[in-house]
């Protein structure tokens, strides 16, 4: 009985290995070259997002280009579009001086992270 299994075991993962084969070696190597591109290293620039037909260098911070599937800079791309900017709400209240709410909502303004505001209980000066 274990020989049969083990025969069968071998057919199927036969089987498996030549369909997984021809799948890759029929992808045109068109479509290979359609699907990767080629990137400047990171330098928090927007050209960070752009693909490149070939290896080179970057023309806006000259940084060389790499080559990478399109895929995943695209889902890269999609999540820091998706983060949502945090809110920091500077609270007011009688007796406060000028420093103690513009130098903490000078410093969150100055990233990009953060929706700044100021709250009070009153709206009197």
């Known amino acids: ?14 089987g498996w290995l030549s369909l997984l ?3 890759v070696w029929a992808q045109p190597v068109s ?3 359609t ?8 330098c928090g620039s927007s050209c960070d997002e752009e693909a490149h037909a070939g290896p080179g260098r970057c023309l806006h911070c000259a940084k060389p280009l790499i080559g990478r599937a399109r895929a995943v800079v695209d889902s890269i791309a ?11 709400a500077i609270f007011i209240h009688n007796g406060v001086e000028v ?9 969150f303004a100055a990233t990009q ?12 000066p």
């Open 78 to 88: 999609q999540r820091t579009q998706q983060t949502k900017k945090r809110n920091v």
């Open 31 to 33: 479509s290979l070259a």
């Open 1 to 14: 009985m274990r020989v049969i299994l083990g025969n069968y075991r071998s057919l199927l993962l036969a």
């Open 113 to 124: 992270g953060f929706n700044v505001y100021t709250v009070s209980l009153t709206k009197e």
């Open 99 to 107: 420093l103690d709410f513009a130098g903490p909502s000078e410093v």
């Open 21 to 23: 084969v021809s799948v």
């Open 35 to 42: 699907m990767m591109a080629y990137y400047s290293e990171p």
